[in-house]
T-cell receptor, first 113, second 115 residues
Framework: DQQVKQNSPSLSVQEGRISILNCDYTNSMFDYFLWYKKYPAEGPTFLISISSIKDKNEDGRFTVFLNKSAKHLSLHIVPSQPGDSAVYFCAASGRGSQGNLIFGKGTKLSVKP | GAGVSQTPSNKVTEKGKYVELRCDPISGHTALYWYRQSLGQGPEFLIYFQGTGAADDSGLPNDRFFAVRPEGSVSTLKIQRTERGDSAVYLC?????????????FGNGTRLTVT
């Protein structure tokens, strides 16, 4: 059973608008969450992270929100740019783990000019 | 470049053969990880090295898979008696591991195809 779920395989957004990518998790032992971005034929690159002691972390156009009671996090990109078109992976890490990240299946974001 | 380097970028092998996949981490990174990404899935953890030793190999699917990092830098993932189900992109990542949850820096992966 998947512990990290990204239920939307794809998302299409107009340039300049907000992109919202969602992620749900089932394991209450997860205490650190990350978003990675992946272009075709490249490895994932780290985008932004959040600790479970926070509910929001912002870095430029990217903001991650964490709702622990709902076991839900989201990544907001605003304004969206065509260069943001990629697959976005949500990942989680549990207490006591060292780099054993549990990834979701990813959401393919397409930003149309 | 100073990123994680993986060779070969593509490997095609016949079922039953042995393969080795190489990873050169970022210089100075003590932690090294192997992940596997199958089609339509997210990366799946295989093994984690801290220095020369495997600190967590709980993700290795069976004893056909083995990884080494003899000098604490380059790592090799070895797969014996390959099966078609082993076809995937094998990703290597490294991190300085000075702080827990240091972001992982991934290489571009080796695409393994078992025919």
């Amino acid at each position: 059973d998947q512990q990290v779920k990204q239920n939307s395989p794809s998302l299409s957004v107009q340039e300049g608008r907000i992109s919202i990518l969602n992620c749900d998790y089932t394991n209450s032992m997860f205490d650190y969450f990350l978003w990675y971005k992946k272009y075709p034929a490249e490895g994932p690159t780290f985008l932004i992270s959040i600790s479970s002691i926070k509910d929001k972390n912002e870095d430029g156009r990217f903001t991650v929100f964490l709702n622990k009671s709902a076991k839900h996090l989201s990544l907001h990109i605003v304004p969206s740019q065509p260069g943001d078109s990629a697959v976005y992976f949500c990942a989680a890490s549990g207490r006591g783990s060292q780099g054993n990240l549990i990834f979701g299946k990813g959401t393919k974001l397409s930003v149309k000019p | 470049g100073a990123g994680v380097s993986q060779t070969p970028s593509n490997k095609v092998t016949e079922k039953g053969k042995y393969v080795e996949l190489r990873c050169d981490p970022i210089s100075g990174h003590t932690a090294l990880y192997w992940y596997r990404q199958s089609l339509g899935q997210g990366p799946e953890f295989l093994i984690y090295f801290q220095g020369t030793g495997a600190a967590d190999d709980s993700g290795l699917p069976n004893d056909r898979f083995f990884a080494v990092r003899p000098e604490g830098s380059v790592s090799t993932l070895k797969i014996q008696r390959t099966e078609r189900g082993d076809s995937a992109v094998y990703l290597c990542a490294s991190s300085p591991q000075t702080v827990r949850n240091s972001p992982l820096h991934f290489g571009n992966g080796t695409r393994l195809t078992v025919t």
